[in-house]
Structure formats: C-alpha cells, structure tokens
C-alpha cells in the first residue's frame, strides 16, 4: 500500500475493523518513511457489475460515479462526510446484494433518491431534478409536492 503523503511503499496496520455491515475491513496504517498516518479499505472483488445507461450504452460500475452524484446533491447541507459515505455504502449494497450482472442506471437513480428523500429533502430534489432531468418549474413543483405528502 503506497503512502499518499510521500509514495513510499512501506507502511505497517496499526488497526483493523470491519465497516458497512461486515463487507469492508477498514485499516488504520503508518508510513515506515513519513510516519504519517491513512485509511485504506478492503474489499471482496465481486464479478463486475455493468450499468445500462439510459441511451443504452454499457459501462462498468463505478463507485467514484455514485459518490460524485451524492456528493453534487449534498453540497453545502448539513450532511456530514461519514453520512454520505454511509449513503454511497448502503446503495451499493443493495445493488450488489440483487445478485445481477447488469442493472439499469434508473435502478441505481431510484435506490439514490430514496436513500436522499431519508437523509435531507434538498439534497433529494438536486438529485432528482437532475436525474429526472426536470423541463420546467411546475415538474419541480409536482416533485416537491410529491416530497411534502
């Protein structure tokens, strides 16, 4: 594991524990050269999940994808970096607890906006407008009126 202070490929585990419900080992390291200290995470490879867009095009999951678009939805709220991590955690725990090969982008969309419509309304209506590509004001009303039922 290369230290991402100074590149150096020596480090040593000063602590391990399981993270996101046992699917992930979360390790705590030291850089032999620096001494300063990083996270890593540990993983179990799966097959690789294909998304299908919405002009159908193919493409593999991309985990740095989903955290983006959550990121973009929650910016500047009172969300926290851990409760977004939680959010990028638990969607694709789902997804990949569905035990298919390929899911459609929209799957992923709908599992996004009904973690963000429990985590902060704002960040919802971002996502879904984006998502849902809203052309006017009344679809964003129609949408908020959805959320305040």
Known sequence: MKCPFC???NSRVVDSRPVDENTAIRRRRVCDACGKRFTS??????????????DSNR???????LEA???????KRPISA???QKVVD?????????GVREIASTEVG????????????????????VYREFKD?????????????
């Open 7 to 9: 590149g150096n490929s």
């Open 41 to 54: 995470y540990e993983r179990v490879e799966s097959v690789p999940l294909i998304v299908i867009k919405k």
């Open 59 to 65: 493409e593999q999951y991309n985990r740095s994808k």
């Open 69 to 75: 678009g959550i990121l973009r939805a929650c910016h």
């Open 82 to 84: 851990d409760e977004i």
């Open 90 to 98: 638990s969607v694709e725990t789902e997804v990949f607890n569905r």
């Open 110 to 129: 709908e599992i996004v906006m009904d973690r963000l419509k429990d985590l902060d309304a704002v960040a919802y209506v971002r996502f879904a407008s």
């Open 137 to 149: 004001v009344n679809t964003f009303m129609d949408e908020l009126k959805k959320l305040l039922k």
